[in-house]
C-alpha cells in the first residue's frame, strides 16, 4: 500500500513565521503534489512537482514556496505566514509510470495550520 | 477557467434510499476520480474513470462516466450510515493535475 505521510497533523504558528510542511511518500512515485483545503472550496493546487529539483505552481503559488531535494520528500514552505493561510493542508504523490497507473492520486493525513 | 461543479452541496438521506450526486465539468478530460473523506480524515480513492461510458461499482456505490456531456455521476444505492461522509471528484486536466470538485456532504439517517 501507498504511504503519504505528513510532519505534523496540527500545527499553531503567529504571523509573520516561516513555516514548513513536510511530506514523505514510500512508494518510489515521481509526482507529488501540495493542496490547500476550505470549506466551500474544495481542494485547491499550490504546487506540484514531476521529479527531484522540479517545482511548478499550481492555481494559489501566492505566498508559498516548495522544496524537493529527495524523491520521496516534498516540503511546503510559508515564507511569513498570514492569518489568511489558516487551512488544511494535503499533500499527495502519484505516478504515471508502469502498465496499470491511473495517475492516481494518494493522499496524506492532511495538517491543519492555524496562524494567530 | 475549467470548472468541476458538484452537485448538490449537502445531500441529508434516510438509510435505505437511493440518491445520485452530479459532477459536471467544463473542459476535455478522460479521466474522472471520486474520493470519499471522512470528518477529520484524508481523502480515500473510490473509483478512476478512464473513458467515456465507464461505469464501476463498489458495494452501494456506483460511478460513471459520459465525456460527451462531461458529466460523472455517484449514485448510492439503499443508502446506509456507514456512507456518510463527504465526496469529491476531480478532473485530470493534463500532466496528472487535479481539478477537484467543492465537495458533496452525505448524511444518512437512521
Known amino acids: 500500500d501507498v504511504k503519504v505521510t505528513q510532519s505534523s497533523r496540527y500545527l499553531v504558528k503567529r504571523t509573520g513565521e516561516k513555516v514548513f510542511l513536510e511530506c514523505v511518500q514510500d512508494?518510489?512515485?515521481?509526482?507529488m503534489f501540495w493542496y490547500r483545503q476550505d470549506p466551500g472550496l474544495g481542494l485547491r493546487l499550490i504546487y506540484f512537482s514531476y521529479d527531484v529539483k522540479m517545482k511548478e505552481k499550481g492555481d494559489i503559488p501566492e505566498g508559498y514556496s516548495v522544496s524537493r531535494e529527495k524523491k520521496e520528500r516534498f516540503s511546503l514552505i510559508l515564507e511569513s505566514a498570514s492569518t489568511n493561510q489558516t487551512s488544511m493542508y494535503l499533500c499527495?504523490?502519484?505516478?504515471?509510470?508502469?502498465?496499470?497507473?491511473?495517475?492516481?492520486?494518494?493522499f496524506g493525513p492532511g495538517t491543519r495550520l492555524t496562524v494567530l | 477557467e475549467l470548472k468541476v461543479e458538484q452537485n448538490p452541496l449537502f445531500l441529508s438521506m434516510q438509510e435505505g434510499k437511493n440518491y445520485t450526486i452530479y459532477c459536471n465539468y467544463s473542459t476535455t478530460s478522460d479521466r474522472l476520480y471520486w474520493y470519499r473523506q471522512d470528518p477529520g480524515k484524508s481523502l480515500e480513492s473510490l473509483f478512476v474513470l478512464l473513458s467515456n461510458g465507464a461505469v464501476k461499482q463498489e458495494g452501494r456505490l456506483m460511478a460513471s462516466l459520459d465525456t460527451k456531456a462531461r458529466l460523472s455521476t455517484l449514485h448510492i444505492t439503499a443508502a446506509v450510515h456507514d456512507l456518510s461522509a463527504t465526496y469529491f471528484c476531480?478532473?485530470?486536466?493534463?500532466?496528472?493535475?487535479?481539478?477537484f470538485g467543492t465537495g458533496t456532504s452525505l448524511t444518512v439517517i437512521p
Open positions: 476531480a478532473v485530470d486536466r493534463g500532466g496528472n493535475q487535479f481539478y
Open positions: 512508494m518510489d512515485h515521481e509526482n
Open positions: 499527495a504523490s502519484s505516478d504515471p509510470r508502469g502498465l496499470f497507473s491511473y495517475n492516481e492520486q494518494f
